[in-house]
């Protein structure tokens, strides 16, 4: 299974984007999945998660109000909704996935897409 990452760019702060996550191979074997982000000099922070079956969304307490996490399981895509961006919002942003094989859970994570939030 791969992940990529895509919607990232420049933006004006106030402004909006959305970032998709589109998933191929052996995505029946795809939970729980996130985004993370990652500024410079900083360590990857937890953006947002959101269960297999989309009922559940858990948002890091910078985002609440401004981010809507998604996924539709029929086109394999989990989406981000970023809203009211801040400069402080700049960073790579990372899909995240949790990979079953078997019992076994693996981490998937996507290449990333950069996410410029000028003030």
């Known amino acids: 299974v791969q992940l990529v990452e895509s919607g990232g760019g420049l933006v004006q702060a106030g402004g909006s984007l959305r970032l998709s996550c589109a998933a191929s191979g052996s995505t029946f074997s795809l939970g729980a999945m996130g985004w993370y982000r990652q500024a410079p000099g900083k360590q990857r922070e937890l953006v947002a998660t959101i269960t297999s079956g989309g009922g559940s969304t858990n948002y890091a307490d910078s985002v609440k109000g401004r981010f809507t996490i998604s996924r539709d399981n029929a086109k394999n895509t989990m989406y981000l909704q970023m809203n009211s961006l801040k400069p402080e919002d700049t960073a790579v942003y990372y899909c995240?996935?949790?990979?079953?094989?078997?019992?076994?859970?693996?981490?998937?994570w996507g290449q990333g897409t950069q996410v410029t939030v000028s003030s």
């Open positions: 995240n996935a949790d990979l079953w094989l078997g019992f076994n859970k693996n981490a998937l």
